[in-house]
Protein backbone atom coordinates (compact mmCIF):
# COMPACT_ATOMS: atom_id res chain seq x y z
CA UNK A 1 0.00 0.00 0.00
CA UNK A 2 1.27 3.04 -0.93
CA UNK A 3 1.99 5.90 1.43
CA UNK A 4 -0.42 8.42 -0.42
CA UNK A 5 -3.80 5.67 0.42
CA UNK A 6 -2.32 4.22 3.71
CA UNK A 7 -4.93 5.14 6.83
CA UNK A 8 -3.91 8.29 8.93
CA UNK A 9 -1.68 8.19 11.57
CA UNK A 10 -0.84 10.50 14.39
CA UNK A 11 1.24 13.41 13.77
CA UNK A 12 3.82 12.18 15.91
CA UNK A 13 3.90 8.67 14.22
CA UNK A 14 4.15 11.08 10.53
CA UNK A 15 7.29 13.36 12.49
CA UNK A 16 8.82 9.83 13.52
CA UNK A 17 8.23 8.90 9.41
CA UNK A 18 10.43 11.72 8.40
CA UNK A 19 13.05 12.37 10.78
CA UNK A 20 15.08 9.69 9.71
CA UNK A 21 15.37 10.56 6.15
CA UNK A 22 15.82 14.08 6.67
CA UNK A 23 18.71 13.37 9.13
CA UNK A 24 20.95 12.77 5.75
CA UNK A 25 19.83 16.10 4.88
CA UNK A 26 21.65 17.28 8.59
CA UNK A 27 24.53 14.97 7.67
CA UNK A 28 24.97 16.52 4.52
CA UNK A 29 25.15 20.08 5.78
CA UNK A 30 26.87 19.40 8.58
CA UNK A 31 29.75 18.05 5.66
CA UNK A 32 29.13 21.40 4.64
CA UNK A 33 28.89 23.56 7.55
CA UNK A 34 32.24 22.12 9.39
CA UNK A 35 34.57 23.75 6.99
CA UNK A 36 32.54 26.95 5.88
CA UNK A 37 34.52 29.17 8.72
CA UNK A 38 37.56 27.71 8.04
CA UNK A 39 38.42 27.54 4.07
CA UNK A 40 38.41 31.20 3.80
CA UNK A 41 41.33 31.81 6.27
CA UNK A 42 43.09 28.92 5.08
CA UNK A 43 43.47 29.87 1.21
CA UNK A 44 44.29 33.48 2.58
CA UNK A 45 46.10 33.35 5.25
CA UNK A 46 48.24 29.67 4.60
CA UNK A 47 47.95 29.60 0.79
CA UNK A 48 48.49 33.35 -0.01
CA UNK A 49 45.80 33.91 -2.14
CA UNK A 50 43.59 36.79 -2.30
CA UNK A 51 40.30 37.45 -0.16
CA UNK A 52 38.87 37.61 -3.27
CA UNK A 53 40.10 34.21 -4.72
CA UNK A 54 39.59 32.79 -0.85
CA UNK A 55 35.40 33.99 -1.19
CA UNK A 56 35.54 32.23 -4.88
CA UNK A 57 36.46 28.49 -3.76
CA UNK A 58 33.91 28.91 -1.41
CA UNK A 59 31.07 30.21 -3.74
CA UNK A 60 31.78 27.86 -6.41
CA UNK A 61 29.94 25.17 -4.50
CA UNK A 62 26.97 27.00 -4.86
CA UNK A 63 27.41 26.69 -8.66
CA UNK A 64 27.83 23.02 -8.56
CA UNK A 65 24.52 22.90 -6.90
CA UNK A 66 22.54 25.19 -9.03
CA UNK A 67 23.74 23.21 -12.12
CA UNK A 68 22.86 19.99 -10.55
CA UNK A 69 19.49 20.64 -9.60
CA UNK A 70 18.30 19.21 -12.98
CA UNK A 71 19.71 16.13 -12.23
CA UNK A 72 19.08 15.19 -8.27
CA UNK A 73 14.99 16.19 -9.43
CA UNK A 74 15.27 13.25 -12.55
CA UNK A 75 17.57 11.23 -10.55
CA UNK A 76 14.71 10.88 -7.70
CA UNK A 77 12.08 10.66 -10.48
CA UNK A 78 13.71 7.14 -11.91
CA UNK A 79 16.03 6.35 -9.70
CA UNK A 80 14.18 6.52 -6.90
CA UNK A 81 15.12 8.92 -3.55
CA UNK A 82 17.38 6.68 -1.52
CA UNK A 83 19.66 5.71 -4.37
CA UNK A 84 19.52 9.76 -5.35
CA UNK A 85 20.81 10.07 -1.41
CA UNK A 86 23.08 7.36 -1.50
CA UNK A 87 25.07 9.07 -4.58
CA UNK A 88 24.91 12.29 -2.57
CA UNK A 89 26.45 10.81 0.20
CA UNK A 90 29.03 8.93 -1.74
CA UNK A 91 29.53 12.60 -3.60
CA UNK A 92 30.05 14.02 0.03
CA UNK A 93 32.42 11.65 1.05
CA UNK A 94 34.96 11.87 -2.46
CA UNK A 95 34.67 15.84 -1.35
CA UNK A 96 35.93 15.00 2.01
CA UNK A 97 38.76 13.02 0.70
CA UNK A 98 39.62 15.69 -1.84
CA UNK A 99 39.71 18.60 1.09
CA UNK A 100 41.94 16.31 3.33
CA UNK A 101 44.27 16.12 0.17
CA UNK A 102 43.81 20.05 -0.20
CA UNK A 103 44.89 20.39 2.92
CA UNK A 104 48.24 18.04 3.16
CA UNK A 105 49.25 19.19 -0.09
CA UNK A 106 49.55 22.49 1.70
CA UNK A 107 53.35 23.15 0.85
CA UNK A 108 51.97 23.59 -3.18
CA UNK A 109 49.41 26.39 -2.71
CA UNK A 110 48.14 25.95 -6.21
CA UNK A 111 47.52 22.41 -6.00
CA UNK A 112 46.05 22.47 -2.73
CA UNK A 113 44.01 25.36 -3.96
CA UNK A 114 43.08 23.23 -7.18
CA UNK A 115 41.86 20.05 -5.12
CA UNK A 116 40.10 22.61 -2.78
CA UNK A 117 37.83 23.80 -5.84
CA UNK A 118 37.09 20.57 -7.01
CA UNK A 119 36.08 19.17 -3.49
CA UNK A 120 33.66 22.18 -3.41
CA UNK A 121 32.55 21.23 -6.48
CA UNK A 122 31.76 17.48 -5.66
CA UNK A 123 30.26 18.95 -2.46
CA UNK A 124 27.85 20.86 -4.70
CA UNK A 125 27.11 17.83 -6.41
CA UNK A 126 26.15 15.85 -2.76
CA UNK A 127 24.06 18.58 -1.43
CA UNK A 128 22.07 18.74 -4.38
CA UNK A 129 21.15 15.31 -4.72
CA UNK A 130 21.06 14.60 -0.73
CA UNK A 131 18.68 17.82 -0.17
CA UNK A 132 16.13 16.84 -3.19
CA UNK A 133 16.30 12.70 -2.45
CA UNK A 134 15.80 13.43 1.57
CA UNK A 135 12.35 15.06 0.62
CA UNK A 136 11.60 13.06 -2.01
CA UNK A 137 11.89 9.92 0.23
CA UNK A 138 9.85 11.91 3.06
CA UNK A 139 6.99 12.27 1.13
CA UNK A 140 6.80 8.52 -0.45
CA UNK A 141 7.52 7.19 3.50
CA UNK A 142 4.40 10.02 5.17
CA UNK A 143 2.53 10.87 1.56
CA UNK A 144 1.74 13.64 0.17
CA UNK A 145 -1.07 15.20 2.14
CA UNK A 146 2.17 15.97 4.14
CA UNK A 147 4.59 17.75 1.69
CA UNK A 148 4.62 20.70 3.86
CA UNK A 149 5.93 18.96 6.86
CA UNK A 150 8.33 17.27 5.51
CA UNK A 151 9.75 20.36 3.74
CA UNK A 152 9.53 21.88 7.04
CA UNK A 153 11.39 19.12 8.90
CA UNK A 154 14.31 19.25 5.93
CA UNK A 155 15.05 22.43 6.13
CA UNK A 156 15.11 22.45 10.12
CA UNK A 157 18.24 19.98 9.31
CA UNK A 158 19.61 22.09 6.50
CA UNK A 159 20.04 25.47 9.21
CA UNK A 160 20.16 23.32 11.82
CA UNK A 161 23.44 21.89 10.71
CA UNK A 162 24.80 24.80 9.27
CA UNK A 163 24.26 26.48 12.68
CA UNK A 164 26.55 23.51 14.55
CA UNK A 165 28.80 23.06 11.91
CA UNK A 166 30.28 26.16 11.44
CA UNK A 167 31.71 26.59 14.91
CA UNK A 168 32.23 22.99 15.21
CA UNK A 169 34.66 23.13 12.02
CA UNK A 170 36.38 26.00 13.77
CA UNK A 171 37.18 24.47 16.97
CA UNK A 172 38.35 21.12 15.03
CA UNK A 173 40.98 22.96 12.92
CA UNK A 174 42.08 24.78 16.24
CA UNK A 175 43.32 21.76 18.13
CA UNK A 176 43.59 19.26 15.24
CA UNK A 177 44.83 21.18 12.58
CA UNK A 178 42.44 21.50 9.09
CA UNK A 179 43.80 18.19 7.91
CA UNK A 180 40.37 17.32 10.44
CA UNK A 181 38.09 18.84 8.65
CA UNK A 182 38.43 16.45 5.68
CA UNK A 183 38.52 13.34 7.60
CA UNK A 184 35.32 14.49 9.28
CA UNK A 185 33.82 14.89 6.23
CA UNK A 186 34.40 11.40 5.04
CA UNK A 187 33.11 10.34 8.55
CA UNK A 188 29.90 12.01 8.25
CA UNK A 189 29.44 10.32 4.94
CA UNK A 190 30.26 6.93 5.83
CA UNK A 191 27.88 7.11 8.77
CA UNK A 192 25.13 8.40 6.78
CA UNK A 193 25.93 5.94 3.86
CA UNK A 194 25.81 2.71 6.56
CA UNK A 195 22.37 4.52 8.09
CA UNK A 196 20.94 4.30 5.03
CA UNK A 197 21.35 1.27 4.30
CA UNK A 198 18.42 -0.51 6.25
CA UNK A 199 16.00 2.21 5.52
CA UNK A 200 13.55 1.17 3.39
CA UNK A 201 13.17 2.50 0.05
CA UNK A 202 10.05 4.31 -1.37
CA UNK A 203 8.81 3.11 -4.98
CA UNK A 204 9.50 4.83 -7.73
CA UNK A 205 6.45 6.75 -9.32
CA UNK A 206 5.44 6.04 -12.72
CA UNK A 207 3.25 8.15 -15.09
CA UNK A 208 3.22 10.91 -17.13
CA UNK A 209 6.86 12.83 -16.60
CA UNK A 210 6.99 16.26 -17.74
CA UNK A 211 9.80 17.45 -19.63
CA UNK A 212 12.24 19.66 -17.49
CA UNK A 213 11.66 22.90 -19.44
CA UNK A 214 7.97 22.43 -18.83
CA UNK A 215 8.27 21.31 -15.25
CA UNK A 216 10.26 24.80 -14.67
CA UNK A 217 8.18 27.01 -16.38
CA UNK A 218 5.37 25.92 -14.45
CA UNK A 219 6.69 26.39 -11.01
CA UNK A 220 8.59 29.69 -11.98
CA UNK A 221 6.07 32.50 -10.49
CA UNK A 222 6.33 30.33 -7.07
CA UNK A 223 10.21 30.19 -7.52
CA UNK A 224 10.11 34.44 -8.67
CA UNK A 225 8.29 34.37 -4.85
CA UNK A 226 10.89 32.06 -2.87
CA UNK A 227 13.49 34.48 -4.73
CA UNK A 228 11.78 37.57 -3.32
CA UNK A 229 11.84 36.51 0.29
CA UNK A 230 15.12 34.67 0.02
CA UNK A 231 16.76 38.46 -0.39
CA UNK A 232 16.01 38.97 3.00
CA UNK A 233 18.05 35.65 4.68
CA UNK A 234 20.84 36.83 2.32
CA UNK A 235 20.98 40.47 3.10
CA UNK A 236 21.44 39.54 7.41
CA UNK A 237 23.27 36.92 6.54
CA UNK A 238 25.99 38.94 4.48
CA UNK A 239 25.62 42.57 6.13
CA UNK A 240 23.93 42.04 9.73
CA UNK A 241 27.66 41.98 11.71
CA UNK A 242 28.80 45.02 9.56
CA UNK A 243 25.96 47.19 9.97
CA UNK A 244 26.28 46.57 14.15
CA UNK A 245 29.88 47.31 13.27
CA UNK A 246 29.01 50.69 11.59
CA UNK A 247 26.75 51.71 14.43
CA UNK A 248 29.29 50.29 16.83
CA UNK A 249 26.87 48.09 18.57
CA UNK A 250 28.17 45.02 20.60
CA UNK A 251 26.41 41.14 19.92
CA UNK A 252 26.41 41.49 16.19
CA UNK A 253 26.04 37.59 16.29
CA UNK A 254 23.58 37.32 18.92
CA UNK A 255 21.31 38.65 16.20
CA UNK A 256 21.94 35.34 13.69
CA UNK A 257 20.97 33.38 16.99
CA UNK A 258 17.91 34.69 17.64
CA UNK A 259 16.76 34.58 13.19
CA UNK A 260 17.98 31.04 13.53
CA UNK A 261 15.98 30.39 16.78
CA UNK A 262 12.61 31.95 15.32
CA UNK A 263 13.45 30.30 11.72
CA UNK A 264 13.99 26.75 13.79
CA UNK A 265 10.83 27.42 15.91
CA UNK A 266 8.28 29.15 14.00
CA UNK A 267 8.80 25.43 11.49
CA UNK A 268 8.15 23.36 14.20
CA UNK A 269 5.15 25.07 15.49
CA UNK A 270 3.19 25.88 12.91
CA UNK A 271 4.15 23.59 9.84
CA UNK A 272 0.62 22.20 9.83
CA UNK A 273 -1.04 25.77 9.29
CA UNK A 274 0.03 25.36 5.57
CA UNK A 275 -1.68 21.80 5.29
CA UNK A 276 -4.89 23.81 7.11
CA UNK A 277 -4.88 27.17 5.80
CA UNK A 278 -3.08 26.75 2.01
CA UNK A 279 0.10 27.36 0.86
CA UNK A 280 -0.40 31.08 -0.60
CA UNK A 281 -1.86 32.25 2.85
CA UNK A 282 0.37 31.46 4.60
CA UNK A 283 2.87 32.61 2.35
CA UNK A 284 1.26 36.05 2.41
CA UNK A 285 1.06 35.91 6.02
CA UNK A 286 4.78 35.24 6.03
CA UNK A 287 6.57 37.46 3.32
CA UNK A 288 4.02 40.12 5.02
CA UNK A 289 5.82 39.73 8.85
CA UNK A 290 9.46 39.51 6.92
CA UNK A 291 8.88 42.40 5.55
CA UNK A 292 8.05 44.08 8.85
CA UNK A 293 10.87 42.13 10.38
CA UNK A 294 13.49 44.19 7.31
CA UNK A 295 11.48 47.59 8.37
CA UNK A 296 12.08 47.53 12.07
CA UNK A 297 15.52 46.48 11.36
CA UNK A 298 15.89 49.37 8.42
CA UNK A 299 14.73 51.85 11.04
CA UNK A 300 16.26 50.49 14.32
CA UNK A 301 17.47 53.55 16.34
CA UNK A 302 19.16 50.76 19.20
CA UNK A 303 20.51 46.99 19.04
CA UNK A 304 17.25 45.77 20.99
CA UNK A 305 15.39 47.12 18.17
CA UNK A 306 17.43 45.02 15.53
CA UNK A 307 16.82 42.48 17.26
CA UNK A 308 13.47 42.28 17.33
CA UNK A 309 13.50 42.78 13.26
CA UNK A 310 16.15 39.54 13.25
CA UNK A 311 13.57 37.53 14.99
CA UNK A 312 10.71 38.83 13.22
CA UNK A 313 12.58 38.15 9.84
CA UNK A 314 13.13 35.03 10.89
CA UNK A 315 9.95 33.99 12.03
CA UNK A 316 8.16 35.73 8.63
CA UNK A 317 11.09 33.74 6.07
CA UNK A 318 10.72 30.05 8.22
CA UNK A 319 7.44 29.12 6.02
CA UNK A 320 8.08 30.92 3.16
CA UNK A 321 10.06 27.98 1.16
CA UNK A 322 7.46 25.14 2.12
CA UNK A 323 4.17 27.45 1.87
CA UNK A 324 4.81 27.83 -1.95
CA UNK A 325 6.98 24.96 -2.31
CA UNK A 326 3.60 22.97 -1.44
CA UNK A 327 1.50 25.30 -4.03
CA UNK A 328 4.88 24.65 -6.67
CA UNK A 329 5.18 20.86 -6.41
CA UNK A 330 0.68 20.28 -6.55
CA UNK A 331 0.91 21.99 -10.16
CA UNK A 332 2.55 19.07 -11.58
CA UNK A 333 2.32 14.97 -11.50
CA UNK A 334 3.38 12.64 -9.35
CA UNK A 335 6.11 11.37 -11.65
CA UNK A 336 7.55 14.28 -11.72
CA UNK A 337 7.12 15.37 -8.12
CA UNK A 338 11.40 15.59 -7.84
CA UNK A 339 12.16 18.04 -11.03
CA UNK A 340 9.21 20.10 -9.35
CA UNK A 341 10.87 20.37 -6.27
CA UNK A 342 14.92 20.74 -7.87
CA UNK A 343 13.66 23.44 -10.45
CA UNK A 344 11.76 26.22 -7.37
CA UNK A 345 14.42 25.11 -5.64
CA UNK A 346 17.23 26.73 -7.75
CA UNK A 347 15.77 29.78 -7.13
CA UNK A 348 16.76 29.96 -3.39
CA UNK A 349 20.44 28.90 -5.02
CA UNK A 350 20.03 31.97 -7.50
CA UNK A 351 18.20 34.31 -5.13
CA UNK A 352 21.01 33.96 -2.49
CA UNK A 353 23.82 34.44 -4.86
CA UNK A 354 22.76 37.39 -6.22
CA UNK A 355 21.45 39.10 -3.09
CA UNK A 356 24.88 39.30 -2.12
CA UNK A 357 26.36 41.36 -4.21
CA UNK A 358 23.67 43.11 -5.17
CA UNK A 359 22.99 44.30 -1.57
CA UNK A 360 26.65 45.00 -1.69
CA UNK A 361 26.03 47.66 -4.71
CA UNK A 362 23.06 49.34 -2.57
CA UNK A 363 25.14 49.15 0.46
CA UNK A 364 28.08 51.38 -1.19
CA UNK A 365 25.73 53.85 -2.21
CA UNK A 366 23.27 54.58 0.88
CA UNK A 367 25.04 52.56 3.87
CA UNK A 368 24.34 49.18 5.26
CA UNK A 369 20.58 49.83 6.74
CA UNK A 370 19.67 50.67 3.52
CA UNK A 371 20.20 47.09 2.54
CA UNK A 372 17.74 45.54 4.71
CA UNK A 373 14.71 48.50 3.05
CA UNK A 374 15.62 46.80 -0.06
CA UNK A 375 15.05 43.25 1.47
CA UNK A 376 11.89 44.80 2.60
CA UNK A 377 10.55 45.92 -0.72
CA UNK A 378 11.34 42.93 -2.19
CA UNK A 379 9.40 40.91 0.67
CA UNK A 380 6.82 43.25 -0.34
CA UNK A 381 6.80 42.18 -3.68
CA UNK A 382 6.53 38.60 -2.37
CA UNK A 383 3.44 39.68 -0.57
CA UNK A 384 1.69 40.99 -4.10
CA UNK A 385 2.66 37.93 -6.10
CA UNK A 386 1.18 35.75 -3.26
CA UNK A 387 -2.01 37.78 -3.03
CA UNK A 388 -1.98 37.61 -7.45
CA UNK A 389 -0.94 33.55 -6.91
CA UNK A 390 -4.30 32.89 -4.69
CA UNK A 391 -6.36 35.10 -6.85
CA UNK A 392 -5.38 32.50 -9.69
CA UNK A 393 -6.09 29.37 -7.91
CA UNK A 394 -9.12 30.68 -6.38
CA UNK A 395 -10.38 31.56 -9.96
CA UNK A 396 -8.88 28.30 -11.60
CA UNK A 397 -10.55 25.82 -8.22
CA UNK A 398 -14.44 27.73 -9.40
CA UNK A 399 -13.80 27.19 -12.79
CA UNK A 400 -13.11 23.61 -12.23
CA UNK A 401 -16.35 23.28 -9.43
CA UNK A 402 -17.92 25.28 -12.37
CA UNK A 403 -17.07 22.43 -14.92
Given at each position: ???????????????????????????????????????????????????????????????????????????????????????????????????????????????????????????????????????????????????????SWNGIATYGALAIGAPLGVELARFCGFWILGVTVIALAALGYWLARPIAAVPVVHGERMSYRSVF???????????????????????????????????????????????????????????????????????????????????????????????????????????????????????????????????????????????????????????????????????????????????????????
Amino acid sequence: MSADLAPPRSEFATTLQIIPVVFFTFLCYLAIGIPLAVLPGYVHGDLGFSTVVAGAAISVQYLATLASRALAGRSADTLGPKKTVTIGLIGCGVSGTLLLLATLAGHWPSLSLGLLVVSRLVLGFGESLCGTGAILWGIGRVGTANNARVISWNGIATYGALAIGAPLGVELARFCGFWILGVTVIALAALGYWLARPIAAVPVVHGERMSYRSVFTRVLPHGIGLALGSAGFGSIATFITLFYAAKHWPNAALSLTVFGTMFIGARLLFANTIRKYGGFRVAIASFSCECAGLLLLWLAPAPQVALAGAALTGFGFALVFPALGVEAVGLVPPASRGAALSAYSVFLDLSLGITGPLAGFVANLFGYGSVFLFAALAAAAAVALSVALYRRSVRTGGARTAG
